[in-house]
């Protein structure tokens, strides 16, 4: 009796604990260890997502599942195809889930651990942020967060999911996030031929050799200032590259009201560069060729222009010297990290 | 004996698990040793309840309009004792005029003391506001935020007016960005706080929320989006907000 009296005690003191219970990751969740490659900066992963096995395998599946969209038919990858450095397989403009079409190609998605801005025009401030973005756009996945909350919570499998990577119930919103942005802060893209020959595994073609060469040239390609070579091949910043006179579609400016930010936009990583097509933040060009060109003889002197490139001399590229630039630009495809399995559909 | 000494060992050690999770969460959920301030947040005109749906109010800029959503945070209380100590709470509370629930909520723990003092935001610090990674009532189903930059919308006023032309237009006002972050402060006569709970109402006037003295016209502002180029709008949507708050207390 005495012993049933203290056993009541005891759960309930038991029970006392389980309702001031903190969900606490840690206690369920597998820490994931972040190997940064040697050829990459070292990475800071924010402090209010740390990423988790369970985390990141969650987020996976909710990547690749058409459940986050308003009539449950596209999914992230369905505009972001890992085969084309997960950009969406060569189109201009990505449909939403009613036919509608955008007005900005879809970006590539990949060593994202490094970002802050992201977004074409930098809009969303940080991955998380951006997840909630494509998911709730009318002309995207139009998406309602609280059907979709809904719809998780009463789902046979997420909710396990969601417990096991957070510790708590029911799925909100923000572990939607937390999930998706664990998961692509793990896409990592660092051996292609570039990064093969600088570690002496692999040789360049002369070609290839060359078109490095005028890539750090400064009176000839001058890639380099902003798409910086090695590393992540960008400088994350936002320029204006005169794609035209007068912008309609007028970038930064949209996001921080500043006149000097008028047709700025992302600074792209040239990683993968070869199987991302089409180009530049509204798709315009489909050839690299087309690209190397626009910077060699083709941008416009537009109010806020790239003081480098304002200063470049046009026509300084000849046709073979562009030629070699696309060779090189080829080097820079990751084809491991184009197929690598940890990546795919689970 | 041995059997009972195991299990006062073990409920022992049950006791001060939990203690330790109790004083994590004392931040936020607090013991019922100190006192408590049960706020309610009424929207009013004219000190009638506003009514939504009703088109039948005059903003000061002479405007015939009515709302049929309105929706805010308020955040960053602080309340103040007469010899100066402030004390903080984590709330980040939206105020949703169909939803009483919304209305009601509790600033908890406050130490026993005088008090004079209440300050508050309307909307949401720069630093929380820079992700939409947040929980409660910051979850994005509740539906008060952007994408296309991230950021949460403040307050939300929509609905319809009646503009020069004599004509129903819509009305919808998207307040947000960290120039609209608003500060509220409002001060009493002393009121002491011992362990009890004391009950404090906070008034919006919708009228003088939309201008007392410099009045927004409608005709002039009815479709914003805190957009960076609507910040003459934002600076008056945030001039006009302290003088719309008021306070009461209740025995």
Not at chain 1, 14 to 32: F, H, I, Q
Not at chain 1, 254 to 278: C, E, H, M, Y
Not at chain 2, 181 to 202: G, R
Request: hydrophobic fraction near 35%.
């Amino acid at each position: 009796m005495k012993g049933g009296a203290f056993f009541l005690i005891t759960l309930l003191i038991l029970n006392g604990c389980k309702k001031e219970e903190v969900p606490d990751t840690s206690a369920t969740a597998t820490p994931y260890n972040f190997i940064t490659p040697s050829n990459l900066p070292a990475v800071v992963i924010p402090q209010n997502n740390p990423m988790t096995l369970e985390g990141i395998e969650l987020g996976r599946k909710l990547f690749y599942d058409p459940i986050l969209s308003g009539n449950n038919t596209l999914s992230c990858g369905s505009c972001h195809n890992q085969e084309n450095g997960f950009t969406d397989n060569n189109r201009q403009f990505s449909f939403g889930i009613n036919g509608e079409v955008g007005v900005r190609n879809a970006m590539p998605l990949f060593n994202l651990v490094y970002d802050s801005h992201f977004f074409w025009d930098g809009g969303a401030s940080d991955l998380e942020s951006q997840v909630a973005g494509p998911i709730t756009n009318p002309i995207e996945m139009n998406q309602d967060i609280g059907e979709l909350l809904k719809e998780l919570n009463a789902h046979p499998i997420y909710p396990t999911l969601f417990k096991k990577a957070f510790g708590s119930l029911p799925i909100t919103s923000n572990m939607i996030l937390k999930a998706i942005a664990q998961f692509e802060r793990t896409i990592i893209s660092s051996n292609s031929k570039f990064d093969q020959f600088m570690r002496n595994e692999v040789a360049f073609t002369e070609a290839e050799t060359r078109g490095m060469n005028l890539y750090n040239d400064m009176q000839k390609g001058d890639c380099n200032h902003c798409h910086s070579l090695g590393g992540t091949f960008t400088d994350y910043d936002f320029k204006n590259t005169g794609l035209d006179s007068i912008y309609t579609d007028q970038g930064r400016y949209n996001i921080t009201g500043l006149q000097s930010d008028i047709g700025k936009f992302k600074t792209p990583s040239l990683r993968n560069i070869a199987v991302t097509a089409p180009y530049m933040h509204d798709g315009r060009f489909t050839t690299l060729m087309q690209c190397v060109e626009h910077y060699n003889t083709n941008f416009h002197y537009t109010q806020n222009l790239d003081p480098v490139l304002a200063i470049s001399v046009k026509g300084r590229l000849n046709e073979n010297e562009v030629a070699d630039i696309v060779a090189f630009l080829n080097t820079l495809t990751d084809v491991e990290f184009l197929n690598n399995p940890q990546f795919k559909k689970p | 004996m041995k059997k009972q000494l195991v299990y006062l060992v073990f409920i022992l050690n049950l006791m001060i698990g939990c203690k330790k999770e109790e004083q994590v969460i004392s931040i936020s959920t607090p013991s019922s040793q100190r006192g408590q301030f049960s706020v309610s947040v009424k929207n009013l005109s004219n000190n009638l309840p506003f009514q939504l749906g009703q088109m039948v109010y005059t903003n000061n800029a002479g405007n015939q309009y009515r709302l049929d959503v309105l929706k805010y945070y308020l955040s960053n209380f602080e309340i103040f004792e007469d010899d100066g100590t402030t004390h903080k709470f984590g709330n980040y509370e939206l105020v949703d005029e169909t939803n009483n629930e919304s209305k009601s909520f509790v600033l908890d723990s406050v130490p026993s003391g005088t008090y004079n003092k209440i300050k508050f935001f309307v909307g949401v610090d720069s630093i929380t506001n820079q992700t939409l990674n947040n929980p409660s009532d910051l979850d994005l189903s509740k539906g008060m935020f952007w994408t296309w930059s991230t950021g949460y919308i403040f307050l939300k006023a929509e609905g319809a007016f009646i503009d020069s032309l004599g004509a129903e237009k819509p009305l919808v006002y998207h307040l947000g960005s960290n120039a609209a972050f608003s500060a509220i402060e409002i001060e009493f006569p002393a009121i002491t706080i011992d362990k009890n709970i004391q009950k404090m109402n906070i008034l919006l006037d919708v009228n003088t929320m939309f201008g007392l003295n410099k009045p927004i016209n409608f005709n002039e502002y009815n479709v914003q989006q805190s957009f960076p180029n609507e910040g003459t709008w934002i600076e008056a949507m945030s001039e006009n907000l302290p003088p719309a708050f008021s306070l009461t207390f209740e025995d």
